[in-house]
């Protein structure tokens, strides 16, 4: 309950969102709310980055109401509910639905803003009640995605920035990772190179960051298949 109360207290005054690069901690700030995140032994002994958890929206502290729980010792209930009772004050309340440019049948067609219940968001271009065209998605756990679609899913060039860290921008293909792309990891890893279907696959270079290791050549559905002279240069 104290975590779930800390991640929905407001900004203090003078922080700023451009101080912070794309990611959950950047989309909390523009929320005006703090990120919520796990790190434990788990993640310190693995070298692992903390894994963003998605903002605790109104309809779920309704779902699941720790004042209506089952406590290990009831004489914690009055806490509970006065801790619960604060925490209405500053739960983030979503306005759910599309607002935007909309087609003489009444479908989003154009520029548009469309609130995802569990939190996501879109702004960008519509066709026909589809995402189509270029636009952003923030998604509630604080990844983001820049760039193109077409029938409502990513296809063509774009970027997505990972809340743990990482990033990948290059083509794709009905959400997934397709055609030339540069993928770099949390932790330093690096592929340039051909996806297909969201795995590695064509030619490709992949360089590891904790030894310098490099396996530079084709690739076939996600697998390091043979050398090459490739990317030599």
Known sequence: VEAMSAACMPFECGTRS??????????????????????????FLKQEPPRFLPPL??????????A??????????????????????????????YIGQISSAGLAHGDGTLEYEIGNRYDG????????????????????????????????QGTSRYATGGMFTGGWKDDLKHGWGVD????????????????????????????????????????FVGNSDAFSS
């Open 125 to 156: 271009c519509f066709c026909n009640d589809m995402k189509h065209g270029f636009g952003k998605f923030m998604f509630a756990n604080g990844d983001t995605y820049v760039g193109w679609y077409e029938n409502d899913k990513r296809n063509g």
């Open 184 to 223: 770099i990891w949390a932790n330093g890893d690096k592929y340039e190179g051909e996806y297909k279907e969201g795995l590695k696959h064509g030619r490709g270079k992949m360089t590891y960051s904790s030894d310098g290791r490099v396996e530079a050549g084709f690739w076939g559905a996600g697998r």
């Open 57 to 66: 929206l109104h309809s779920m502290l309704q779902k699941y109401d720790p």
């Open 18 to 43: 451009e101080d912070f690069h794309e990611g959950a901690i950047k989309n909390a700030i523009l929320s005006n709310r703090r990120p919520h995140l796990v790190f434990g032994t788990r993640e």
């Open 68 to 97: 209506k729980m089952k406590l290990t010792s009831e004489e914690d209930r009055p806490a509970i509910i006065h801790i619960v009772e604060q925490l209405h004050r500053h739960v983030l309340k979503l306005k759910v639905g």
